[in-house]
């Protein structure tokens, strides 16, 4: 099945926000970033992962990495690899996240990405942050621009 990767677009929002949900993901706050998330979609348009950076000032906070079943690794790095691209067009300084599986760890790290032990303040802030922060052995990575 032929499938392409490309940067969201306002028309998207509700497809992503249906996608996330099924995911049993927030889409809270999407609508304010949707030019900072990449999408894969099948030829017909159905949704099958996406990815996005929440911009906080100079930085911006990885999220909303939902894959679906059937999804190849070739498809998840050009995935990633777009949505790194578009952190790089908005000037982003870095990009951080937080996880607690150590499989994502070493995916991430494969992108450069490196575990850190503080963010900068327009991070320390976010939403997602705190929710994540709560989860035993989370871990913040960060990729410099």
């Known amino acids: 099945m032929e499938k392409t990767i490309r940067k969201a677009e306002a028309k998207d929002m509700k497809k992503l926000e249906s996608f996330l949900l099924e995911a049993n993901l927030n889409a809270e706050g999407i609508q304010d970033s949707i030019d ?45 690899d777009r949505v790194i691209s578009i952190a790089e067009n908005k000037k982003l300084k870095a990009v951080y996240l937080v996880t607690n599986k150590e499989s994502a760890v070493t995916f991430f790290r494969g992108f450069g990405f490196q575990a850190v032990d503080d963010v900068p303040p327009e991070i320390r802030e976010n939403h997602h942050l705190h929710q994540v922060l709560n989860v035993d052995n989370s871990i913040i990575m960060e990729l410099p621009m």
């Open 36 to 80: 900072y998330y990449s999408l894969l979609e099948t030829k017909t348009g159905e949704l099958k992962a996406c990815v996005g950076i929440e911009p906080q000032g100079t930085v911006g906070m990885l999220r909303s990495f939902v894959v679906s079943q059937g999804t190849t690794q070739s498809e998840i790095v050009l995935l990633f």
